[in-house]
């Protein structure tokens, strides 16, 4: 069978169903998916989020707002952010922070991750004079939420354009982009938590 776009999609579908009657790996101790808030974003932007990556992933969702709370987030580096996240994470966690903006980071990357954080700079996902409340921007933000997180999971980069995963150097190319993972990135992910399991219990 030729896998094309709407294939792939119908695929997913039948994985996800697969995670929601129980068939997907349980792990003997869940990792939690801690999402920092960096800066005044709006209680709608961080709810959406949430939700995405509880449903789209499985694990629970811990929000935290205190992460860099007395510092400028405009002011802060990569380096700053990303080892601040870390200090936060359990052994098995893993993060996602949201910040308006970030200073070095390249102007086109939306998203991007570094060892078991990913982090979503929110002023590059609004054209000009676009408002943060917009629903398109804030469908915008769950995907390179969720696009970050599976990097900070450990899963690569997606050539697939509608795969969450797929990295979009354009908004018109972020627009194009699925919610959700595609059927070998999702398999990936089974096969990922699995082996980190297995390494656990063979310590």
Same mark, same amino acid.
């Given at each position: 069978?030729?896998?094309?776009?709407?294939?792939?999609?119908?695929?997913?579908?039948?994985? &996800?169903?697969?995670?929601? @009657?129980?068939?997907?790996?349980?792990?003997?101790?869940?990792?939690?998916?801690?999402?920092?808030?960096?800066?005044?974003?709006? =209680?709608?932007?961080?709810? *959406?989020?949430?939700?995405?990556?509880g449903t789209e992933l499985g694990f629970p969702v811990a929000v935290n707002r205190s992460? $860099?709370?007395?510092?400028? &987030?405009?002011?802060? &580096?990569?380096? =700053?952010?990303?080892? @601040?996240?870390?200090?936060?994470?359990?052994?098995?966690?893993?993060?996602?922070?949201?910040?308006?903006?970030?200073?070095?980071?390249?102007?086109?990357?939306?998203?991007?991750?570094?060892?078991?954080? *990913?982090?979503?700079?929110?002023?590059?996902?609004?054209?000009?004079?676009?408002a943060r409340s917009s629903e398109r921007v804030l469908k915008r933000a769950r995907k390179?939420?969720?696009?970050?997180? *599976? $990097?900070?999971?450990?899963?690569?980069?997606?050539?697939?354009?509608?795969?969450? $995963?797929?990295?979009?150097?354009?908004?018109?190319? $972020?627009?194009?982009?699925?919610? &959700?993972?595609?059927?070998?990135?999702? @398999?990936?992910?089974?096969?990922?938590?699995?082996?980190k399991e297995m390494l656990q219990l063979s310590k």
């Open positions: 069978m030729r896998l094309d776009g709407i294939n792939l999609l119908a695929c997913g579908a039948v994985l &996800s169903s697969m995670m929601f @009657a129980g068939e997907w790996p349980v792990l003997a101790e869940c990792p939690t998916n801690h999402l920092f808030v960096v800066g005044p974003i709006s =209680t709608a932007m961080v709810s *959406g989020i949430e939700y995405t990556l992460l $860099l709370a007395s510092t400028s &987030s405009a002011a802060v &580096s990569p380096q =700053t952010l990303l080892m @601040a996240a870390n200090r936060n994470l359990g052994d098995k966690d893993f993060g996602v922070v949201l910040i308006d903006a970030i200073e070095g980071e390249p102007a086109r990357s939306f998203s991007f991750a570094c060892h078991r954080t *990913g982090v979503v700079v929110l002023e590059r996902l609004c054209s000009d004079g676009e390179e939420a969720l696009r970050a997180a *599976g $990097l900070a999971l450990g899963l690569e980069q997606c050539p697939f354009p509608l795969c969450a $995963l797929n990295e979009s150097t354009t908004l018109q190319e $972020l627009d194009n982009k699925g919610l &959700s993972f595609c059927p070998p990135c999702i @398999a990936r992910l089974m096969n990922l938590q699995v082996e």
